[in-house]
């Protein structure tokens, strides 16, 4: 299978490039700089060119602090980028694959986000992200958009290599408590991504497109995340001490963007109509990005 993929140096970009050859795909990875999403004619031309069988976005604005005064910059990427992947999809009638986030909604549900519960982003990132989900689903039929949470791995800046860095300087550290949510591997995203476009009856009209949650277990909160990253490194002897880590509120951490209390996303309709099954981050995708750190 040929595959273009955008965003291809990021964090969940890296592992769908990675995990594609592995598969003996034809692969066209391209960064911002090689190909932006933001200039219609530059999408027309390197889709064109390739032909690919699908095309999976992997390209995303997604500093959530600075969205809120790079507006324009955050939609240019997220919502007119997505418009131009989509419009050249549906030209050339090749499917998209789009990755979209659990901050469209606002995170006051208790139980865990469905595909049929309405999003109500409180960021311009989660809005520019929605604004994206809206532009295909409006543009293009054959599409599948995947909403992750709380993403890390091996490649990139996450919460995980965070922790691991700043156990290096201290012996204890402060974590939000009150933000739950589903820590979710790039690696598994990419593998998800890549079984969907595996699958013998894609690109088929009776195909099952359309929006799905990518579900991870178990839910923790960051602190919880965070004692367990520790645990792990230290278990695995990638930390030679006990981090003591204290649980606090998010009125105690401050950002200029308030989190979603509750991230969690429920993976059903995934798993029913693509026989996805939910992801276990705590075994083998975080030993890894302990691992590879």
Known sequence: MKILITGAKGQVGTDLVLEAKKRNHQVFGFTSTDLDITNKAIVDREVSTIKPDVVINAAAYTAV???????????????????????TCKALDIPLLHISTDYVFDGNKKEPYTETDIPNPTSVYGASKLAGEIALQKTWKKYIILRVSWVFGEHGNNFVKTM?????????????????GAPTSAKSIAECLLNIADKTNFGKQDFPWGLYHYQSDPGVTWYEFA?????QAKGSGFLDK??????????????????????KLEGGKINQNLSVPLSEWRSTYLIECLKND
């Open 164 to 180: 691991l860095r700043l156990a290096k300087g201290r012996d204890e550290i402060s974590v939000v408590n009150d933000q739950f």
């Open 65 to 87: 602090d600075k969205a809120e005064t790079e507006k324009e910059k955050a939609y240019a990427v997220n919502e007119t980028g997505v418009k131009h992947l989509a419009e």
């Open 242 to 263: 006990e981090m003591i880590v204290h649980p606090i509120g998010s009125d105690q951490f401050p950002t200029p963007v308030k989190r979603p209390l509750n991230s």
């Open 227 to 231: 004692k367990e990253i520790f645990s």
